[in-house]
């Protein structure tokens, strides 16, 4: 005899127990739960639904709960797919499915094997049921029905419009009706034994316990949690102007000003809400507010508008984090020097982060002309002061001392404990591996597997996809190198201010020297002026190099001046980067001019900080016309 695996039903009415007692019984027999509520399928449906919080669950695993979005369709016909999945993982686990629910639909789909045919919605044919309701009324479609489906309709209420529209439906798209459907899947064999137990109680106690369930529910925030579902169930169709609608109607509180305001600036109309905010601002005077406001001057390109905002709502919360809105302000419009002694302002008042104020001193210092012993001084206090880790605060100093050995050393000690939780390290530790920094040996392998972790944490950061490209470069596989290059460079080409333009440079020496593609000298040149023309002064060292020797070359687009300009900054370079001293070099003899920074980079060249491959890279080509960098540091 063909002995079939066991499945417990429990199903009731509402609030007749079912949650509790199917949990007990789980502890009981070692069991695992299976919801068939049409309702607690939904997320931020909590309260309404009854669905059983964590500690409710007593650690009993559920399925089948909060993991649909509310404004998503979900039908009996997928229910029953999910369920049988989940049925057939908890009897692999040796553990007992119980179905637990009230949805009777849900729970004939199982015990009855009957295939609800996930029939596709005619879009068309919908609205001109709907238009039917409008004009003559739903007793139109419900007397439809009952001609197509009497048997169906037994069950069906006269005002129930979604299962009305679904009998005519269905017949309209498979010729059959309802019934016939179900009397026809109901002849396939059912899979497993289900025991299907039902809680009843008398009327009147049963009403007496909704009764109580609802109280329950109006104390815990029902009213707020269906407003909150209408909201978001209107903005997530982009239903814009109907969310702002039902908003509006509401109390007038932060939340709901900050609900408009992030559908007004989904929707585009930012003067809406820079408006509404200002109308608010007086009665709700909160840092979120400023920094909602802040966004939306920016996205109207009002710059000082949104500085100030950003401003307010830094001196009322004190995030540093809203310290990067400010700065970012100053970098678009190329005036870093004034972020730079804004921070210097705020790093009087005692009162605000000082250590985060610190720590981005030194990450602007050299954009902003100071010497790389002023960022080093700002990072060592950052450190002190507790905005970063010791690895982290080695990270930022480790290319500007010349003590390796000992840097090393606290690096790989701290490595050990830390557990990477930056992102900023992970990158780090990326670069260590690629290129063999720091006293690490080069591994291909570890390299990787930072940079993937860089990309699960940012997937769409420029740099960790040119630092993939470099990856697959050194793996000869230049195929993938070629297009890790390009997608990092299709990420910033249309931003007109970038941070970090080091995709420009990677994928003009993917295009320069034939990394994956044919060569296409043209294009590299393209793609490094446009890069000089956005950052400025501001260009990273990939881009530098790349510019100086075309301008070493005697193509009038690329001026020796300029590149000298680009060479003497010290922000795109580290202090003993050997690249930037071939080719300061060969700038300057081409345009027969000395310089007090060249001489200042050539104390470092004898120093124990380089390698081998550096030095003999420093002899061969110091005194050439033109070379390219030393690619290692690129």
Same mark, same amino acid.
């Given at each position: ?157 006269? #005002? ?190 005692? #009162? ?32 002190? #002061? ?249």
């Amino acid at each position: 005899m063909d002995m079939k695996p066991k499945v417990i039903v429990i199903c009731g009415p509402t609030a007749s127990g079912k949650t509790s007692l199917s949990i007990e019984l789980a502890k009981q027999i070692n069991g695992e739960i299976i919801s068939a509520d049409s309702m607690q399928i939904y997320k931020d449906m909590d309260i309404g639904t009854a669905k059983p919080s964590t500690e409710e669950m007593q650690g009993i695993k559920h399925y089948l709960l909060d993991f649909v979005p509310p404004e998503e369709r979900y039908s009996v016909a997928q229910y029953k797919i999910d369920a049988k999945k989940a049925i057939k993982e908890i009897l692999e686990k040796g553990k007992v499915p119980i179905i637990v629910g009230g949805t009777g639909l849900y729970v004939d789909s199982l015990i009855y094997e009957i295939e609800y045919n996930d029939i596709k919605l005619d879009e068309e044919y919908r609205k001109k049921l709907e238009e039917i309701v409008e004009k003559q009324g739903l007793e139109v479609l419900y007397k439809k029905a009952q001609e197509i489906d009497p048997q169906a309709m037994q069950k069906i209420s006269a #005002n129930d419009k979604k299962r009305i529209m679904r009998v005519i439906e269905i017949y309209k798209a498979t010729g059959k009706t309802k019934t016939e459907q179900e009397i026809e899947s109901r002849k396939k064999p059912v899979e497993y034994d289900y025991k299907v137990f039902a809680i009843n109680w008398e009327r009147e106690i049963l009403y007496q316990r909704i009764n109580k369930r609802v109280d329950i529910m109006l104390e815990q925030g029902l009213i707020e949690e269906v407003k909150s579902i209408i909201s978001n169930c209107y903005y997530m169709k982009k239903d814009y102007q109907n969310a702002i609608k039902y908003l509006k109607m509401q109390e007038e509180t932060e939340s709901n000003i900050i609900d408009q305001v992030r559908i007004y600036n989904d929707w585009e109309h930012f003067q809406d809400s820079i408006d509404l905010i200002h109308q608010s601002i007086e009665k709700h005077p909160t840092w979120r507010l400023y920094l909602l406001l802040g966004t939306s001057y920016q996205s109207l390109e009002k710059f000082e508008e949104a500085r100030n905002a950003y401003i307010e709502a830094f001196h009322i919360s004190k995030i540093p984090t809203i310290l990067g809105s400010v700065t970012e302000i100053d970098r678009i419009q190329r005036n870093e020097e004034r972020s730079f002694q804004f921070l210097l302002k705020e790093l009087e008042n005692t #009162n605000n982060p000082t250590a985060q104020i610190q720590l981005r001193l030194g990450e602007m210092a050299l954009r902003v002309g100071k010497s790389y012993d002023e960022m080093l001084d700002y990072f060592k206090k950052a450190y002190e #002061n507790g905005a970063i880790s010791e690895l982290e605060y080695l990270d930022y100093i480790c290319d500007y001392e010349p003590n390796i050995s000992e840097l090393s050393k606290r690096i790989k000690k701290n490595i050990k404990s830390d557990k990477f939780e930056s992102y900023y390290s992970k990158r780090k530790q990326a670069i260590r591996y690629l290129y063999g920094e720091n006293g690490f040996k080069q591994n291909l392998k570890k390299s990787f597997d930072s940079i993937k972790e860089c990309l699960e944490e940012y997937s769409d950061d420029s740099c960790d996809y040119a630092l993939l490209g470099r990856f697959y470069e050194l793996s000869n596989n230049y195929s993938l190198a070629l297009e890790n290059y390009q997608k990092a460079y299709e990420l910033i080409k249309d931003d007109d201010y970038p941070g970090c333009d080091c995709a420009y440079g990677y994928y003009a020496h993917a295009l320069l020297n034939g990394i994956g593609t044919n060569k296409n000298v043209d294009e590299a040149k393209k793609i490094i002026l446009d890069a000089v023309r956005k950052s400025n002064t501001f260009s990273c060292s990939h881009v530098v190099y790349y510019y100086a020797y075309f301008a070493l070359q005697n193509d009038e687009r690329f001026s020796k001046e300029k590149a000298y300009e680009l060479l003497t900054f010290d922000y795109p370079f580290y202090r003993f980067d050997i690249s930037r001293v071939v080719s300061l070099t060969q700038i300057c003899k081409s345009l027969n001019r000395s310089s007090s920074k060249l001489e200042e980079l050539k104390k470092y060249v004898n120093t124990t900080y380089y390698n081998k491959e550096e030095l003999q890279y420093y002899d061969a080509n110091k005194d050439q016309i033109v070379s390219l960098p030393y690619w290692k540091n690129i």
